[in-house]
């Protein structure tokens, strides 16, 4: 679940935002901007009634800007676009509770993605039926 949610969101990010690099691990020399780097910072469950469990993942997308010079307007854009075009990620995971802020010249978006799992119980397949004396194996 959490590789193919982090792989929905780095999709997302470059049909939105055009072919940037976007990384998932931390950077520690040559990160090219402007990039993105996108964490799970953060991952629950909540046992429910019936066999319901409820997962919920903070996600962190930073943003570093091309020109420093314009962090803040850059930062600005991509923020107003990031808000307008990831209420949803991969069609399929609601997006909720995004905040946008901005430190050391890099835009930092968080927000959380809950999703409801049910458990399946395996049954154990009937290995023998036997019909008034007839022996049938499965």
């Excluded at 990160?31 to 997962?55: C, G, H, M, Y």
């Excluded at 314009?70 to 600005?76: I, L, Q």
């Excluded at 397949?125 to 004396?133: A, I, K, P, S, V």
């Amino acid at each position: 679940m959490v590789t193919n949610l982090k792989t929905l969101i780095i999709q997302q990010l470059k049909q939105v935002f055009g072919n940037l690099d976007v990384y998932d691990e931390p950077v520690r020399q040559g990160l090219k901007t402007p990039a993105f780097l996108v964490l799970i910072i953060n991952d629950s469950q909540e046992r429910k009634l019936w066999k319901l469990s409820e997962w919920e993942y903070l996600i962190n997308v930073t943003y570093f800007p091309k020109d420093e010079r314009n962090a803040y307007t850059e930062n600005d854009d991509v923020s107003q676009i990031f808000k307008e075009n990831f209420r949803y990620i991969g069609n399929q995971f609601h997006v909720n509770r995004m905040e946008a802020s901005k430190h050391d010249g890099t835009l930092v978006i968080t927000f959380s993605i809950k999703k409801l799992v049910r458990e399946i119980e395996e049954e154990t397949l009937m290995q023998t039926l036997e019909f008034g004396g007839v022996h049938i194996d499965n």
